[in-house]
Structure formats: C-alpha cells, structure tokens
Nanobody, 125 residues
Framework: QVQLVESGGGSVQAGGSLRLSCAAF????????MGWFRQAPGKEREGIAV????????YYADSVKGRFTISQDNAKNTVYLQMNSLKPEDTAMYYC??????????????????WGQGTQVTVSS
C-alpha cells in the first residue's frame, strides 16, 4: 500500500508561482509512475503532468506545458510540481497519484490507483 500526502497549495495572483509537494509512504517501489492531476468544480479530473519514478522522463498536458514542471527527489520519496505563470483557469484541487503502469505516458486518471487527499490552488486575476 502507498500513501501520498500533498502540500504547498494556496492562493496566488495571476502570473505568480507555487510549488506543490507530494510525499510518498509505504510500498513506494510498486509505483512506476507518479503524476499530478487537478479537478475544478463541475469538471472532470484532468491529468497535467506525469513522470517515471527514478527517471527524468516526463509528460505534460498541453494546458500546462512550458509553465509547470514535475520533478522528484528519490532520497525523500517526494514528487514536486513547480507551477509558474499561473492563470485563473489553473484554479482547482490538485492531486498527486501513483501507478504501477509500465508506460507512464498517460494522463488518464483511471490508470492511477494511489491518490493523495488533494491540495487547493486558487489563482486570482
């Protein structure tokens, strides 16, 4: 079993930056892929950034490409999401997720079976 705990959300003005953290506990070697998803009120959960654990290979949604960066610190079992040039439309609950998938080039939430509790990001104009 893997437990994921997000932190770092908050409120920021448009154009600002935030860094989210996701600490993993438990049987972490079972997760080959780690990703960040978000869900705004009334909308479906959207995959925005994923990466292979222990690798620099990443994959981004077009909506965040060039603005957001996913990274990891293996020594700390922690995945990060650096968010720059934030826009009001980035406002959502952000979730960290893990998966045992062989290929991480997927942003489908249904492919991920470990989830954190979420952290709120609010961007004001």
């Amino acid at each position: 079993q893997v437990q994921l705990v997000e932190s770092g959300g908050g409120s920021v003005q448009a154009g600002g930056s935030l860094r989210l953290s996701c600490a993993a506990f438990g049987v972490t070697y079972s997760t080959n892929c780690m990703g960040w998803f978000r869900q705004a009120p009334g909308k479906e959960r959207e995959g925005i950034a994923v990466m292979y654990t222990g690798s620099v290979s990443t994959y981004y949604a077009d909506s965040v490409k060039g603005r957001f960066t996913i990274s990891q610190d293996n020594a700390k079992n922690t995945v990060y999401l650096q968010m720059n040039s934030l826009k009001p439309e980035d406002t959502a609950m952000y979730y960290c997720a893990g998966s045992a998938l062989a290929s991480c080039y997927t942003l489908l939430a249904s492919n991920y079976n470990y989830w954190g509790q979420g952290t709120q990001v609010t961007v004001s104009s």
